[in-house]
């Protein structure tokens, strides 16, 4: 028996990929599995090849495996594109309608299913992915009754009978397989899961339960693909907590309706990629001259322009950090895990108000697609703080206005809320006096542009560099980001096997950049390699310009729409040694 292995289906887009994929490790995650998924999908609604990775494990996963086990082939070109991930003996399950063939060279085992006939002997060949599903599921030796529960519950909603034509869609599938393999392949059987069903989901939906965890009660925001479903979950969820979704016309107007809302003190989202995020920088300029609290997620995916926008990359770390106009303080987050999304969105909401800043949480198309297994979610750590949000505001002279942006020690000034008593000052994007009455007195702009960027000064968050540093003075430091943490993780079991010390340091704190915890792990080190998805080295930029030591910091580079792989992070690693 195997503790793990990969699965990958492929076809053209809207042919019930997504849909089988989502089934098979619905099913995979009630026995217990870990699993960790990759989905590769075109820019279009229809049309164009798309495929879906499952890696599936008895232990906890966080990467993509380097090669395959099954392939589920709908067509030739699945195989084409797919088969140099096979390891030697692997299986490729195809519809027998094409006439697969297995390229020259490629040791596999091939199993012509008629998937997409049987599936019409049902009536309908929109059936061909169950008929698929049981095939593969079948092969595994693993019971179809789980399966079927997990068919239950994609199509419970259309009836009976629908369900129990997909059940006997995949008992079709199934029969046909192991009567062609004479039975399950014994060198593919998985050793038993724990039995414990494991949270399991994709960034984007634990960064929608964070939200509603944090108090967000209205999200402002226009669909762009990789953050949409973001919006999409939070329509679903935010009305049974007295909240609300509004689709916008542009992201422009997302982001100043956001900064509308915050100001009268509801907590608001908005959420975007890195074509949004352009069009709202002169509004994120606004919430920091008027040091209005605001939460944006960039959930990175292939520039520049339209660029590859179904596609991994993390390129736009200098855009959140220096993107706005003039100077304001700013927060940049970047989770790692399915875990930090939920935990680091409620973060970023209390950054905003206790510094009333814009706060932005980074991530990368596959941190917001991936769907993971998680470990459950803690929820007696989460704690909201409103910062200084000012209730009952002391009697004033008469005429006199509220000091909403008093210089104050820490430089955070008291807010209050529009309708408070007492409450009256002026708001205004033009530089301002303590009260909000524009002013272009020299002394007083130097003492605001002080308060303002001065409020961050020693922010640390909690694990703003995830550290797991065993030697004193490695041979090497492997730095990264967002969902470059496990793939590296993977690659040092190698590196350790081959006698090669090592760190490892997630930066997740990206800015105020946390030079001064950074420095004693690069200054120890023999080496250093960024390991980032973008053509320019953004962080490994931060790195030599915040803490220096640019002589022994190396670059690994991928720009080309897909995420690293172990093997490629461990290669390189080598060839610095």
């Not at 028996?1 to 990929?17: A, D, F, H, P, R």
């Not at 108090?215 to 679903?236: H, Q």
């Not at 000064?457 to 430091?477: C, F, K, M, Q």
Request: proline share 5%.
């Amino acid at each position: 028996m195997i503790s793990q292995l990969s699965w990958k289906i492929g076809g053209q887009q809207g042919e019930g990929v997504e849909s089988t994929d989502r089934i098979f490790s619905t099913a995979l995650n009630r026995l217990g599995y870990y699993l960790y998924g990759y989905r590769h999908f075109s820019s279009r609604i229809k049309g164009g090849h798309t495929n879906n990775k499952i890696r599936i494990s008895t232990e906890p996963i966080r990467a993509i495996s380097d090669d395959l086990d099954i392939l589920v082939a709908f067509d030739q070109e699945s195989i084409d594109l797919n088969v140099g991930e096979l390891r030697a003996g692997g299986v490729i399950v195809a519809d027998a309608k094409f006439n697969p063939v297995v390229p020259e060279g490629i040791d596999a085992r091939l199993f012509p299913v008629p998937i997409t006939k049987l599936a019409e002997e049902l009536g309908t060949s929109l059936m061909k992915n169950m008929v698929a599903s049981g095939a593969s599921w079948a092969l595994l030796g693993l019971p179809l009754e789980v399966f079927n529960g997990a068919v239950e519950e994609e199509f419970g909603r259309k009836g009976r009978a629908i369900v129990d034509k997909n059940i006997e869609a995949v008992k079709l599938g199934a029969d046909y397989v192991l009567d062609l393999a004479g039975g399950p392949l014994d060198d593919f059987k998985l050793q038993e899961a724990d039995g414990k069903q494991k949270l399991f989901m994709i960034g984007n939906e634990a960064i929608g339960l964070g939200a509603i965890a944090a108090g967000c009660r209205l999200m402002s925001a226009y669909p762009i693909t990789p953050a949409s479903e973001i919006m999409e979950y939070l329509i679903k969820k935010l009305p049974k907590f007295g909240g609300t979704v509004i689709q916008t016309e542009d992201e422009i107007a997302a982001a100043t309706m956001a900064i509308g809302a915050n100001y009268a003190g509801v907590r608001t989202m908005t959420a975007s990629a890195g074509p949004g995020l352009s069009l709202m920088m002169e509004a994120i300029g606004l919430a920091g001259m008027t040091e209005t609290p605001l939460v944006i997620v960039d959930t990175q995916r292939g520039g520049p322009s339209t660029g590859l926008p179904t596609k991994q990359e993390q390129s736009d770390l200098l855009a959140m950090v220096y993107g706005t106009h003039g100077e304001i303080p700013k927060v940049v987050i970047a989770p790692a895990s399915i875990e930090d999304c939920f935990y680091d969105t409620i973060e970023a909401f209390n950054l905003a108000d206790q510094y009333q800043v814009p706060v932005i949480l980074m991530t990368d198309l596959q941190l917001s697609l991936g769907k993971q297994s998680c470990e459950p979610l803690d929820y007696n750590r989460i704690q909201i703080n409103r910062g200084k949000l000012v209730q009952d505001v002391p009697e004033l002279e008469d005429k006199e206005l509220f000091k909403r942006y008093a210089i104050t020690e820490d430089g955070v000034s008291p807010r209050v809320l529009p309708g408070e008593k007492g409450g009256l000052h002026h708001v205004t994007g033009v530089e301002h006096d303590e009260t909000g009455r524009p002013s272009e007195n020299a002394d007083n702009r130097r003492r605001m542009m002080d308060k303002r960027l001065g409020k961050l000064d020693g922010l640390y968050i909690r694990e703003g560099l995830r550290t797991d540093a065993p030697h004193a003075s490695p041979d090497l430091l492997i730095i990264g980001m967002g969902s470059t943490g496990g793939t590296i993780d993977a690659a040092r079991e190698r590196l350790n096997n081959d006698g090669v010390t090592n760190n490892h340091i997630t930066v997740r704190q990206i800015h105020p950049f946390p030079s001064e915890q950074l420095k004693p792990y690069v200054n120890a080190a023999k080496q250093v390699v960024v390991i980032e998805n973008n053509a320019t080295g953004q962080l490994a930029g931060q790195i030599k310009m915040h803490v220096g030591y640019g002589d022994k910091i190396k670059s690994l580079l991928k720009y080309d729409g897909n995420p690293f792989l172990p093997q490629e992070v461990y290669q390189a690693c080598k060839e610095l040694i």
